[in-house]
């Protein structure tokens, strides 16, 4: 394991959030609510559209951390833990033993994911792991991933990129090999 748990937990949070922008979801309250059970994400809800519309604001700001050298990165983390006054503290619950919150569970839910996201960058940031937060290498694609592989070698997001990306090498390939016949 690179990071501690919550630390990859947050950061494949923060990239699911990330892409649904691209993806066109995270669009309704249901949409919100199915990502807040899938992430675990816990403390109060509001379940109103201003609830939705903020952690649809949210989700360039955490964008721009993936395309930041390191000096922006941290402007950015920074920014993001001092708008929620962020106050790091032990917490304990559900199946997770001790981890870190930063926040407070009747916060915001768009302030405590900024704060969990902002705490994950900070350790990719300390451990000087920032080229983990990539871009999807397919040429059509920009959704955001972690990589958290121990070789360093994850290139493609979670859409299918990686599979239509191999499968469009391989016809290339074949077709090379075999010249076309109808003409």
């Known amino acids: 394991m690179l990071f501690a748990h919550d630390t990859e937990v947050a950061l ?41 519309a903020a952690v649809q604001e949210l989700r360039p700001r955490l964008r721009q951390v993936w ?17 929620a006054s962020a106050l790091p503290q032990l917490a304990k619950h559900d199946e997770w033993d001790y981890h870190l919150h930063a926040t407070r569970p009747d ?37 955001v991933l972690v990589d958290l592989s121990k070789n360093r070698s994850r290139r493609f997001c979670e859409s299918g990129c990686g599979n ?3 499968v469009a090498a391989y ?8 010249p076309d016949r109808s003409a």
């Open 12 to 52: 494949s949070a923060a990239a699911a959030l990330v892409n649904t922008e691209s993806e066109g979801t995270l669009a309704t309250l249901d949409d919100l609510d199915a990502f807040v059970a899938h992430w675990g994400w816990t403390g109060s809800r509001r379940h109103t559209g201003a609830e939705l």
């Open 67 to 83: 395309h930041a050298d390191k000096d922006g990165a941290v402007e950015i983390v920074n920014a993001l833990l001092r708008e």
């Open 107 to 143: 916060q915001p839910l768009a302030q405590r994911m900024a704060v969990e996201a902002a705490m994950g960058f900070v350790d990719v940031i300390r451990t000087d792991q920032l080229d983990r937060l990539r871009i999807c290498a397919a040429d059509d694609c920009e959704d």
């Open 164 to 166: 239509r990306v191999n």
């Open 171 to 178: 016809r290339a390939r074949k077709k090379a090999v075999r």
